[in-house]
Structure formats: C-alpha cells, structure tokens
C-alpha cells in the first residue's frame, strides 16, 4: 500500500516536471521565434539602407521601418562633423533645436561618443533632452575603429527596454554606421570625381591652347610628330615652290610712319597674305621684317605645288595694287611689293628646343630669295623652273638672262595673269571649269 502511494505521488511530480517543462519549452521557442523575426527585420532594413549611398533616404528608411523592432517616441543619430563637431539629427519625434550631444562626459550621448560603449537606460544627470524619457538606448555608430555618432532610441514608458532590445539596437548600429560609412564615401568621391572634371576641364582647355599654338608654328603634321616622339626628322623634298615677298623703299616709307601705324599696315598686309596662304595650301614659314616667306609642297608633296604659289601670288599682288589704290586716295605712304618664286628640291624640319621653328634649307631656298630681289616692283618673277611648270596655264612675259646675287645669269619669266582660256574674269584671277579640270587631274598625279 505504501509502495503504492510512493508510485503514484511520484508520478504526479513526473507529471508536473514535464508540463513545466513543455510550458518553458514553448517559451523558449516563442522568445527564439520573436527573436529570429527579429533579426530577420534588421537584416531588411540592412539590405534597404545599404541599396542607398544617400545620408538622407537611409536616415528615412531606417526611422520608418525600426519603429516595430523598438518602441521608440524619439529617435535620433548625432554625427561627427568633418570639423570633429557633432551635430543631432532628429528621426522620430519633436526636433531638437539645442546641440545636446556636445561632448560633455556628464551626458549619455557624450559618454558613448567618447567611450564607444552601448548604454542601456542610462541616467541624465545634466537634464537634457533625453532628461524626459525613462528608458532609452544610446548605441555607438563606429567603423574602422572609429566612432562616427551615436543612434539614440527613448520611450517615456518606464522599463521599456531589455538587454535583448540592447543587442539588436547594435545590430542596427553596426548596419547603420557601415551605410552612413558607404554614403559618405559615395559623397566624398563624387566631390573628389567632380574636382577631378574640374581639373581635367582646365587641363584639356590649356591642352588645346598649346596644340593650337603649336599648330599656329608648325604645320599639324610636323605638330603631330614632336607631340607624339619629342622630335621631328627633316624631310628632303624633289620638288616644292618657294615664294617671296618685300616692299620697296620700306625703311624710307616706314620712317613715314608711327611705330603703331607701322605695325598695324604691315599686320593687315600679313594677314590677308596668311589667308591667300591657307587657301591655296601653302605652308607659312617666316616673316622677317617686311618680307614675307611661304613654301608649296610641304610638309605634304602635291604636284600641283607651282600652279598653287602661282595663283597666290597673283592674289597677293592685285590685294597690294588695291591697297596703293586707297592709300592714293587718302594721301597716305604706301609700298609696292616685289613677288619671287622658284621650284626645286629643298630639305624642311624643326629647329630649336624651347622656341620651335619649322624651316626649310637648300639651294631652292637661295635662288626664290634672288628671284625676288630681282623682280620688278608690283610683279612676279619666277624663274625658268618655275615656269616650265606653269606656262600652260599663265601668260608670261620671258625677261632674259637676269644676273643674281651669287648666282650669276638666270632666265627669269614675269607672270601676268591667268591665260584667258582658263580665266572666267578680265583680270585673269579665276579659273573657270576648263582650269579646274586640268588640275584635278595633275593633283591627283603621284608625287
């Protein structure tokens, strides 16, 4: 009988121990699921605040969607400045005016800034904003082992947080701090990208100041080469047209002149001779003084080398002829100009270090200088050369043997205008189609 009572009162206690233990089983698998929600909940909002590199949106994002992790009436981050100042930044509830998170151990937020330590329902002894709620985290924002601010949750419910609202405080914190990190990254590469443009802006402009200065000396291949090796290697030429130009009596006229009037004639005379230049493809070497010098047929060969100088010296000519025409008029000094042009082979490169100058040497060189010291004011005079090159398609007048300079006698030829079957004008200036097509045939000759 006693036995059986023993039995039976100890299995009421077997009983009672397995209901107490499938009553805290089930506590424990409640408390593991809220907690496994939980942290599923912070993991989304990880993934949301990490989708954004903008401070703002990933404030909004996590004070919108952490509300139901902790009960919070207020909630605000206080972020260090680049200054290492700190300014509140309030998320959920009435803003803070005042800067409460000056550094000041006697304040939570302070304490967590310094110290880098989470606070759990920490005392406000120096009655601040956070003097009015009972139960607060202070959780701190760090990266790289360095405390950025704080995130700061407060209820006035008293006791309102646990330890465990405490650790998934911080792992929000963690996730924040690394977004807030990314975000301004994101800021401070976009600034140092938008520097970068800025700077790569002025670069590229001054580059193009340069190349076009250095095309404003040398011809763009010749510019193109130095740019690409540091150097240029001289060309040797079978055959390019070599022009000259001067004024008579410049030295007596220019006395005449004021040094800026002097300036201004000879630049307004230069720069239609640079235009006549480009157009008929000659290239531009040099001024010097009243003289002016130009080459066909480099730095590209072409064979229509002659017939281009050619026309540009009659170009040349009837703009000074014009000139003399209105300066008569108005009763002031003017120039007559002496032409000369001579074909031949030449060698052409750049010369100089720091002051480049794209030139070219030879005999061809010597003998245009002497066919234009030679020529008659207000004409052109080409030499024999010259000439065989271009009698079908001008009207010349043969001069004879001419002495030159170290030279000794040279047939030279005066060049008077375009031949009328080839001119569409009583001047003999433009070429009509007739012209044109004989020239495009003889350019499209090899060289």
Known sequence: MSFSLFASSNHQIEDQDREQLL????????????????????????????????????????????????????????????????????????????????ICEKKPISFVLKTGQSQLNPPDSSDTFLSAYPSKIILPLARDDQVIGSLNFATSQPSAYSQEDLRIGYLLAVQLASAIRNARCFQEMKKLLAEMNVLYSSLERER??????????????????LKETGKVKPVYYDCATVLFTDFKDFTQIAEQLSPEALVQELDYCFSFFDLVSEVYNLEKIKTIGDSYMAVSGIPVAKSTHAIDTVMAALQIQTFIHWRQIEKR????????????????????????????????????????????????????????????????????????????????????????RLKRDFATDSLGLVPNGKFNAIYSRISSLAV
């Open 23 to 102: 009553q805290t089983t089930r506590q424990l698998l409640t408390q593991i699921q809220a907690l496994s929600s939980r942290i599923a909940a912070v993991n989304e909002i990880s993934n949301s605040i990490n989708r954004s590199l903008n401070l703002e949106e990933i404030l909004q994002i996590l004070s919108k969607q952490a509300k139901w992790l902790l009960d919070f009436q207020h909630c605000s981050v206080c972020l260090k400045n680049d200054d290492s100042t700190f300014r509140l930044i309030t998320l959920f509830g009435s803003q803070i005016d005042c800067q409460d998170c000056l």
């Open 208 to 225: 193009r100041k340069s190349d076009q200065l250095l095309l404003n000396i040398l011809p763009e291949p010749i510019a193109h080469e």
């Open 329 to 416: 008029h108005k009763n002031e000094p003017y120039w007559q100009i002496r032409i000369g042009i001579h074909s031949g082979s030449l060698l052409a490169g750049v010369i100089g270090r720091n002051k480049f100058t794209y030139d070219v040497w030879g005999d061809t060189v010597n003998t245009a200088s002497r066919m234009e010291s030679s020529a008659i004011p207000g004409t052109i005079n080409i030499s024999q050369a010259t000439f065989d090159q271009v009698k079908d398609f001008f009207e010349c007048d043969y001069r004879g043997k001419i002495a030159a300079k170290n030279k000794g006698e040279i047939d030279m030829y005066q060049v008077k």
